[in-house]
Nanobody, 124 residues
Framework: QVQLVESGGGLVQAGASLRLSCAAS????????MGWFRQAPGNGREFVAA????????RYSDSVKGRFTISRDNAKNTVYLQMNSLKPEDTAVYYC?????????????????WGQGTQVTVSS
């Protein structure tokens, strides 16, 4: 059984930065794609970013491209999401998903496990 634990969320002002972490335990996920999604109240789970198993390939939603960076440290079984220039519309609970299939990187149904989420709140 894989467990994913997100951390690093918080309350920040617009323009600030946060770095989210997703630590996996129970199994190595180094052979699989991983993804970050977010969910705001009343909305569905929205794709944010994905990274291939090796880390060589990444994908981003248009709303975060150029501001967010996904990365991974397979030795630590951890995936990161560096979020810069945060905006109030980035406010949501952020979830880490895996293992996934990079071919279907934006489909939350293709990720087998999810963490409990970490709240990110950006004030204007």
């Amino acid at each position: 059984q894989v467990q994913l634990v997100e951390s690093g969320g918080g309350l920040v002002q617009a323009g600030a930065s946060l770095r989210l972490s997703c630590a996996a335990s129970g199994s190595s996920l180094s052979s699989y794609a991983m993804g970050w999604f977010r969910q705001a109240p009343g909305n569905g789970r929205e794709f944010v970013a994905a990274i291939s198993a090796s880390g060589a390939n990444t994908r981003y939603s248009d709303s975060v491209k150029g501001r967010f960076t996904i990365s991974r440290d397979n030795a630590k079984n951890t995936v990161y999401l560096q979020m810069n220039s945060l905006k109030p519309e980035d406010t949501a609970v952020y979830y880490c998903g895996g293992p996934g299939n990079f071919f279907f990187y934006s489909d939350p149904r293709k990720y087998r496990y999810w963490g409990q989420g970490t709240q990110v709140t950006v004030s204007s």
